[in-house]
């Protein structure tokens, strides 16, 4: 079982960043995929970013590529999402979910837990 705790969202003004954090608990966040998903409202949730266990390979969305950033930190059980160039388009609630599988995954069923969610908002 694995707990995620999201943190970092809040009002921003378009251009501006925010740093998202997700806290997983239990001793194996290293075993897990990562991803930020976002929804905004009226959408379907839509997979923003992926990192692999260790790190080393990431996937970001076509949307966001070039100013959102996904990393992780195993010793700390942290993974992180820089959104940098915000726009308002961006505006969501995020979620952080890991998988427990053997390559990227991209797909949001491929996903075992999710976090509760951080709003964001930017405002034009």
């Known amino acids: 079982q694995v707990q995620l705790v999201e943190s970092g969202g809040g009002l921003v003004q378009a251009g501006g960043s925010l740093r998202l954090s997700c806290a997983a608990s239990g001793r194996t966040f290293s075993s897990y995929f990562m991803g930020w998903f976002r929804q905004a409202p009226g959408k379907e949730r839509e997979l923003v970013a992926t990192i692999s266990r260790s790190g080393a390979s990431t996937y970001v969305a076509g949307s966001v590529k070039g100013r959102f950033t996904i990393s992780r930190d195993n010793a700390k059980n942290t993974v992180f999402l820089q959104m940098d160039i915000l726009k308002p388009e961006d505006t969501a609630v995020y979620y952080c979910?890991?998988?427990?599988?053997?390559?990227?995954?991209?797909?949001?069923?491929?996903?075992?837990?999710w976090g509760q969610g951080t709003q964001v908002t930017v405002s034009s």
């Open positions: 979910a890991a998988a427990l599988t053997v390559r990227l995954p991209v797909g949001e069923d491929e996903y075992d837990y």
